[in-house]
C-alpha cells in the first residue's frame, strides 16, 4: 500500500471517528459511559491524528523527491540540447568560444540574475545585488565561480549577507555553473 492510500485511509478513519463521538455526545447522557472508554477513544484519535500527519509529512517528502528528480532531468535534458557559439570582441579582432552544449547567457537568464543584478550585456537592470559590470570587472572565473556558489564567502561593500540565494552549487550542473562563470567573465572582462 502506498503512502496516499494510506494518508488518505487514516484521514477518512480521522474524520468518521470526530462524527461518531461528535454523534454519540449529542445522543447519549452518560458519554463516555467510563474512564477506560474515554482513555481507549483519546488514544484512538491521538493513533489516528499520528498515523495521518505521519503519512501527510511522508507524501510530501516523496513528492519533493519527485519534483527534484524531474528538475534533474529537464536540467540533464537541457545540458544536451546544442552547441552555443559566444563571439567576443577583443582589440584584436573577434575570437569564437564555445561553450560545451551550454549557454551562459540562457543560464542568467533561466536563473534570474537579471532580477538582481545589473550586466549590461545581458540587458538586466536588477539593484537587489551588487552591479556586475563593475564588481567582476577585472576579477578572475575562480572569483566569479565562489561569488554564485558560496555568495557569502566575500560580500560586497554596501550589500547585507544572505541575500543571496547559496544553493546554485547544488541547483546548477557543472556544465551550467560553468557556462555561467565563463559568460559573467567574458561579458565584464572584454576589451571592447
Not at 477513544?41 to 519533493?64: H, K, P, S
Not at 534533474?72 to 544536451?80: D, I, L, P
Not at 575570437?95 to 540574475?113: H, I, M, P
Amino acid at each position: 500500500m502506498d503512502n496516499d492510500t494510506v494518508f488518505y485511509i487514516l484521514g477518512i478513519g480521522l474524520v468518521l471517528a470526530a462524527l461518531t463521538v461528535g454523534f454519540l455526545g449529542v445522543r447519549l447522557e452518560s458519554f463516555p459511559p467510563s474512564r477506560p472508554v474515554l482513555l481507549i477513544g483519546t488514544a484512538v484519535f491521538v493513533l489516528l491524528v499520528v498515523g495521518t500527519t505521519t503519512f501527510a509529512w511522508r507524501n510530501a517528502e516523496d513528492e519533493q523527491a519527485s519534483r527534484d528528480a524531474e528538475h534533474a532531468s529537464e536540467a540533464q535534458a537541457n545540458t544536451g540540447e546544442s552547441t552555443t557559439t559566444t563571439e567576443t570582441s577583443t582589440t584584436a579582432g573577434t575570437s569564437t568560444t564555445t561553450t560545451a552544449s551550454v549557454d551562459g547567457a540562457q543560464v542568467f537568464e533561466d536563473q534570474g540574475c537579471g532580477g538582481c543584478h545589473t550586466l549590461e550585456a545581458a540587458g538586466s537592470t536588477g539593484t537587489t545585488g551588487p552591479v556586475f559590470d563593475s564588481v567582476l570587472k577585472g576579477k578572475d572565473e575562480d572569483f566569479i565561480r565562489t561569488s554564485i556558489v558560496d555568495p557569502n564567502a566575500e560580500i560586497e561593500k554596501g550589500f547585507p549577507p544572505n541575500v543571496m540565494p547559496q544553493s546554485y552549487g547544488d541547483i546548477l550542473s557543472p556544465e551550467e555553473l560553468d557556462a555561467l562563470v565563463k559568460y559573467l567573465f567574458e561579458s565584464t572582462n572584454s576589451n571592447g
